[in-house]
């Protein structure tokens, strides 16, 4: 059973920093491109950052330069650094595989909210 929790979110000024993190089990951790996903009140969700298992990273645009994604196979973890933070960055947080199949569509954690005020 796949099971993802997020933790890390909070209340930042803009310009600030906050560091996410996600535990995934039962995902083929070790082998799978993991990802970084947001949703913003009234919007779709959105993936901002993946990384493979390698460590090759991508990033959306929007965040590119200023957050930074990252894993430990080891732990089975998956953090996201972000700095500079803006308040379009306000949404809610949610770790899941890339590119984002049927089965894994149905195992989304309960995120983490980040709130970016100006």
């Known amino acids: 059973q796949v099971l993802l929790v997020e933790s890390g979110g909070g209340l930042v000024q803009a310009g600030g920093s906050l560091r996410l993190s996600c535990a995934a089990t039962?995902?083929?951790?070790?082998?799978?491109?993991m990802g970084w996903y947001r949703q913003a009140t009234g919007k779709q969700r959105e993936l901002v950052a993946s990384?493979?298992?390698?460590?090759?990273?991508n990033y959306a645009d929007s965040v590119k330069g200023r957050f930074t994604i990252s894993r430990d196979n080891a732990k089975n973890m998956v953090y996201l650094q972000m700095n500079s933070l803006k308040p379009e960055d306000t949404a809610v947080y949610y770790c899941?595989?890339?590119?984002?199949?049927?089965?894994?569509?149905?195992?989304w954690g309960q995120g983490t909210q980040v709130t970016v005020s100006s």
């Open positions: 990384i493979s298992s390698g460590g090759d990273t």
């Open positions: 899941n595989g890339v590119p984002l199949t049927t089965t894994l569509d149905k195992y």
């Open positions: 039962g995902i083929w951790f070790s082998v799978r491109v």
